[in-house]
């Protein structure tokens, strides 16, 4: 009779030469699988616009962060200036994509190119491109 395998459990006959000499069934059941842990699998950021020849300007950042399954993702914005925002929770009810913003405004073109990314603090350490634009003040 055949072994009748249990929703979580294959079950893979083997057969092994007893000392009869005469093949004899083995049963292996295969482990259930082990859940994926949950991460952020993608961070990108993008900024609006890209250039100003205007003072001030207020540059608008958009960022998208990919997860394979729900859990909260801590996150941060880190500027090219050594500034960074506070650290925010976002939730995610499923594996998928979520944008966040931030903006940033400058009347100072001293250097004339900055950068803002998104940097994912957990569930694993993941930063985005940096996002970069350029200001010339007339």
Request: with cysteine; glycine share 4%; charged share 15%.
């Amino acid at each position: 009779q055949r072994p009748t395998p249990t929703p979580t459990e294959e079950v893979i006959q083997t057969l092994e030469p007893s000392p009869s000499g005469s093949p004899k069934a083995t049963k292996t059941p295969t482990p259930t699988p082990t859940p994926v842990a949950f991460q952020v699998t993608a961070v990108a950021a993008a900024v609006a616009p890209t250039s100003s020849n205007t003072c001030p300007t207020t540059f608008n950042f958009s960022g998208t962060i990919t997860t394979n399954a729900a859990g909260t993702v801590n996150y941060k914005w880190e500027r090219s200036d050594g500034a960074s925002g506070t650290s925010q929770s976002l939730v995610f009810d499923s594996a998928g994509s979520k944008t966040v913003t931030a903006s940033w405004t400058l009347s100072n073109d001293e250097p004339p190119t900055k950068w803002e990314k998104l940097h994912v603090l957990s569930p694993n350490d993941i930063s985005s491109n940096e996002a970069t634009f350029t200001l010339n003040c007339p």
